[in-house]
């Protein structure tokens, strides 16, 4: 139980709020950018291997472009939101609520990430067509996790401090 002084002075209490899925997230005045930058990493390391496997099961297959950067992206989804279900299985909660916990902890954060390294591979001349086993390919995919990584970090810093975002798993591991 946390004790505070009222307005005029008195002692109240109020239990301290504890963020679920299902619960809104009270602001978190300490979230810093290495706090950001982790969170940040770990929607990147499931986005890469997703948006990776995606483009190698679409090549592999011999679809089009857009076909291909399709199912890159939904297993950009998949793959981030899975890291995420992971880490909050472990801590105990149950599957409905690891599900819900992974969508308000990751779902701005890829759409960010997304957006962004797409729109760099987009714009790289020649990279749409680039093979797997090209320099162009991967000097491009680098630079544009890159670039994505330096655009969302400071939207998770955002949403960190907002009590939502990965603020989301961090009450989470803390309440277990």
């Known amino acids: 139980m946390e004790h505070r002084h009222g307005p005029s002075g008195d002692h109240t209490s109020r239990r301290p709020t504890t963020h679920?899925?299902?619960h809104p997230a009270?602001?978190?005045?300490?979230?810093?950018?290495r706090m950001a930058a982790?969170?940040?990493?770990?929607?990147l390391t499931g986005c890469a291997i997703g948006e990776v496997l995606g483009m190698v099961i679409g090549t592999a297959l011999?679809?089009?472009?857009?076909a291909t950067m399709a199912i890159a992206i939904a297993l950009a989804f998949l793959f981030g939101y899975a890291f995420t279900m992971r880490s909050v299985l472990r801590a105990g909660l149950p599957l409905a609520a690891a599900v819900r916990t992974a969508?308000?902890?990751?779902t701005v954060s890829i759409t960010v990430m997304e957006i962004v390294d797409n729109a760099v591979v987009l714009a790289v001349?020649?990279?749409m067509d680039a093979h797997l086993d090209s320099a162009l390919f991967w000097i491009t995919l680098a630079f544009a996790f890159a670039v994505a990584f330096v655009v969302t970090t400071p939207v998770n810093k955002w949403m960190i401090g907002r009590g939502e975002g990965h603020a989301v798993v961090h009450s989470v591991h803390g309440s277990h």
């Open 62 to 66: 011999g679809w089009n472009n857009t």
């Open 38 to 43: 982790m969170a940040t990493l770990h929607c």
């Open 103 to 106: 969508l308000a902890a990751d």
């Open 20 to 22: 679920t899925a299902e």
């Open 125 to 127: 001349p020649g990279a």
């Open 26 to 33: 009270a602001a978190h005045p300490s979230a810093t950018w």
